[in-house]
Structure formats: C-alpha cells, structure tokens
C-alpha cells in the first residue's frame, strides 16, 4: 500500500459561488488530509433560478484546479437544479463529476451523510472501495425535526460505511442511536489554520496595542468582546446575548462587544435594538468577513462569547484559543469536551440557558482571571491543528482498508 493514498472526497456541503460559507469546515478537512494524501473533490451543488444561471456555473465553476505546495487536487462542483427531487439532482451531479475521473480512488470519503450519501455509497460499490463518514450534521440530535424518508435514507447510509467520524463524542453518542456501532465511531474535530490564528505580536498591530498587547500595557483585563457566527437567532441566541450584554456594559463603560458574521442585510433588527438601548457605539455589528478578518478582530478582542442553543463543536472556539482568546460559552453540544464547566484554564462555561445574572457574575470572573496564552494555543495546535487531524484520519483509513 503506497503511503500517500488517493481519496476521493464527496461533500454534501461545500462552498461555491452559490454559497460561499456553505461547508467551508469540510473544506477545511480535506485541506487537512491533503498533507498526508491525494484528493479529488466532487461537490453536489443546488442551484436556484433559470436555467441559463444554471448553464452559467456549470461553464465558469464546474472545475477548479488547487494547490498546496507540491501537491495538486481537483474540485469539481455538480451543479444541478434545486427544484428536482435532491437525491436525483445530486446523483445526476456526481455522475457529471465522475467524467473526468483521473483514477479509481482506494477510498470513498464522504462528509455528511445527506443528500450525497447513497451517490457515493454507490460509486464505492462499483469500486469495491471502503467509505468513511464524517458527520457535522446536528439533525442527530433531533431525528423528529426530519421527515421519515429522510431518516429512512440516512439509516441506509449509517449502515454502510466503514467508520464514522463525528467532529464530537456528544454527536458520536447521538449516531449510535441511528443504529451506528460504537466500534465504528472515531471522533475527529474540526481542524483550525493555526499558522492563520494566531497571537497578535506583542507590540502593536500598526502601531496601536491590541490584544494582550493592550491589557499588558494598560494593566486592564477583559474590555473588548466579541462574537462570532452566522447570526441565526433561533441556533446562535443573539437576542439573549444582547440582553445580557445591555446591562453589563452599562455598568463597565469601558466594555465594548462585537459582532461578526450574518448577512449585512438580515442584521438590522439587532441594530435597531442596540441603537434603541442607546449601545450603538459600543456593540457593533461588522457583517461577513473572511477568514483571515476574523483572525485579525480575535487578536484585537480579549473574549469570545457564545449563546447558543444548539452546537456541535464550532470552529470559532479553538480558533479562539490559537490566537490565546479565552472563550465563554453556553454549555451545549460537544463543547463540554474541551470546555470545563465553570471557569477553567480557556475561559468559561456557563449553563445550557444562562441568564442575564449568570452571564454579568461569569464576565466578572473572567474579567479577573489571568490567562495563559500560550497554554491556549498548544491546546489548540496539539487537538485541531492541521496535523493533528491528518494524523487521525490517517490512523481511520489505515484502519478501514486493513480490515
């Protein structure tokens, strides 16, 4: 068995021009895995509106040629109709991609069991090649939310792979309940660019102090927070925050929060609030931002704050914690796992639904605590570094094709 293997990875989600941020933590896997491995992408993309929008992707975006120092991938997107039933447009897709096909894969990596599982599934028969699943999918959870035919095709998915890799134990747990065996579940995390998240340098990010720079400087703690997601209320709780932000700051006027993420044109209601508090100086609202933004507003923040309601594991944690921010968190999903209840040596967990009271006590702990930054960000290379998750999956494939 050669070392470097050839892995063809089918993404349910995956960015495009359609969705730009659409899977981009499956893109960052695959990234990953390049390093020890040959790839080939083939993404099933929706498309809505007419048809010559259609024919425009498929001519401009279909195929994309990447590199990563010597090694060379292809991304081919099957761009398909979104008005057709999905599991039909999404074999019709893959079967596209499967044109260009330069070599018969070892093994099938599919992430996220629908709507590309049984395409790949059955492109793997024909090549009497092993799959392995990784799962961010947070319907696990709540199997009611989803009609029955959709349970019906993810159990038959479930059932044939080779390993599932859910990005948590939390959802590894949950993927036992739809039939997964536990011997069959290796929990890989989501990975974080740490060369990208990093510490600001101590002096100054153009001539002004940020960061740890600043409270070194300023002998302040905690005073500029931030939070960062895709700003949907009913999964990320922005309204709760705001309410417990309100009075928090009201009392520290030094304190000021902000917001990453969302759609520009969807974050008016949360700015005509704020403004509405009298807090529109001081919480504000930037809209999406690149990755690379987001690593520059971590080094010039002092906390990163979470709501939610509903998580997996969000890569905004330990790419907080590469760039030596503590973060403060509800305690949902898989974040337990790396988050300690309580105040702990990378910042706070409070309870699943946290009251304004428990969020002002938790920032005036975290405000007074001293943080190690550079114990942060080992945490963070040493479990979601790039290497360390293409070590694991290296070690899942190894596994699969031996047995």
């Not at 008005?83 to 018969?104: F, I």
């Not at 008016?268 to 509405?276: E, H, S």
């Not at 639904?353 to 975290?366: I, K, L, N, R, Y």
Request: with cysteine.
């Amino acid at each position: 068995m050669s070392d470097r293997l050839h892995v063809l990875h089918v993404a349910s989600w995956f960015p495009s021009e359609v969705h730009p941020s659409l899977g981009n933590f499956v893109e960052r896997h695959i990234d990953a895995i390049n390093t020890r491995h040959d790839a080939e992408v083939w993404a099933p993309i929706p498309v809505r509106g007419s048809t010559g929008q259609l024919h425009k992707m498929r001519a401009h975006n279909g195929e994309e040629r990447r590199t990563l120092g010597q090694v060379e991938w292809t991304v081919r997107r099957g761009y398909h109709e979104a008005t057709r039933p999905q599991l039909l447009g999404v074999a019709r897709s893959l079967a596209g991609c499967a044109g260009g096909m330069e070599r018969t894969p070892d093994l099938v990596h599919l992430h996220v069991a629908y709507p590309a599982g049984p395409a790949a599934l059955a492109w793997a028969k024909k090549w009497k090649v092993p799959v392995v699943l990784t799962e961010h999918w947070t319907a696990y959870h709540a199997p009611s939310s989803l009609p029955w035919w959709r349970r019906r095709v993810v159990k038959d998915v479930l059932r044939n792979v080779d390993a599932c890799c859910p990005v948590t134990s939390h959802l590894g747990r949950a993927m036992t309940q739809w039939g997964v065996p536990q011997e069959a579940i290796h929990v890989v995390p989501n990975v974080v660019d740490t060369q990208r998240f990093q510490p600001a340098p101590m002096e100054t990010l153009s001539g002004v102090p940020v960061g740890q720079a600043r409270r070194k400087m300023e002998g302040h703690g905690v005073e500029k927070l931030l939070h960062v997601s895709s700003m949907n209320d009913d999964q990320k709780n922005i309204s709760g925050l705001l309410e417990a932000l309100v009075p928090t700051l009201e009392k520290r006027p030094r304190w000021t929060a902000t917001f990453v993420g969302g759609e520009t044109a969807n974050l008016g209601t949360f700015q005509a609030w704020v403004k509405a508090k009298g807090m529109g100086e001081r919480i504000t609202f930037t809209g999406p931002l690149s990755s690379a933004e987001v690593a520059g507003q971590m080094q010039q923040h002092d906390v990163l704050m979470l709501n939610s309601r509903i998580e997996n594991f969000p890569c905004v944690l330990p790419e907080a914690w590469a760039t030596g921010l503590p973060v403060m968190s509800t305690d949902v999903g898989g974040i337990s796992e790396h988050l300690p209840k309580g105040l702990g040596p990378r910042g706070f967990l409070l309870g699943p639904q946290a009251s304004a009271e428990e969020w002002d006590a938790a920032w005036t702990q975290v405000a007074a605590a001293k943080w190690d930054v550079k114990a942060m960000r080992d945490y963070a290379s040493e479990h979601f570094s790039v290497a360390a998750v293409a070590r694991a999956y290296d070690q899942v494939y190894r596994q699969v094709l031996k047995a």
